[in-house]
C-alpha cells in the first residue's frame, strides 16, 4: 500500500487547509484511514480517523475544526482544517490499517503544515 500526501504548505492563523492523501497498491483488506501529526521532539499522534464505512474519531484538540471525510472510489481520504492556529504546525502523516484501532500499518511521507502570520 502506498500513501501519498499533497496539501500542505504556508497558512495564517485563523485559515483553512484542505490535505489529501491517495492510497494504492492492496486496498481490499484496509479498512481504517486516518491523520496524524508529528511536531520535532514529540510523539507522532492521531488527529482523525475514518472507517471504510464513514465512522469517524478525532482528537479531542480536532473536534469542531478539522474535518475528515473519504472518497472509497477514488481511494483518498481528506482533512479538511478550519480555523487553523500555530499550534497546528506539524508534519502530517497520512496512516491507514486492516483493523479499526490498534496501531497503523502504513505511512505516507508526510506533509508540512505551517501556521504563521
Known amino acids: 500500500v502506498l500513501l501519498v500526501e499533497a496539501g500542505g504548505g504556508l497558512v495564517q492563523p485563523g485559515g483553512s487547509l484542505r490535505l489529501s492523501c491517495s492510497a494504492s497498491?492492496?486496498?481490499?483488506?484496509?479498512?481504517?484511514m486516518g491523520w496524524c501529526r508529528q511536531v520535532p521532539g514529540q510523539e507522532r499522534v492521531l488527529v482523525a480517523a475514518?472507517?471504510?464505512?464513514?465512522?469517524?474519531n478525532y482528537a479531542y484538540s480536532a473536534k469542531g475544526l478539522f474535518s475528515i471525510s473519504r472518497a472509497n472510489a477514488q481511494n483518498t481520504v481528506y482533512l479538511q482544517m478550519h480555523g487553523i492556529d500555530p499550534e497546528n504546525t506539524a508534519v502530517y502523516y497520512c496512516a491507514a490499517r486492516f483493523a479499526d484501532y490498534g496501531s497503523w500499518d502504513y505511512w505516507g511521507q508526510g506533509t508540512q503544515v505551517t501556521v504563521s502570520s
Open positions: 475514518i472507517s471504510s464505512g464513514g465512522s469517524t
Open positions: 497498491g492492496s486496498l481490499l483488506c484496509i479498512r481504517d
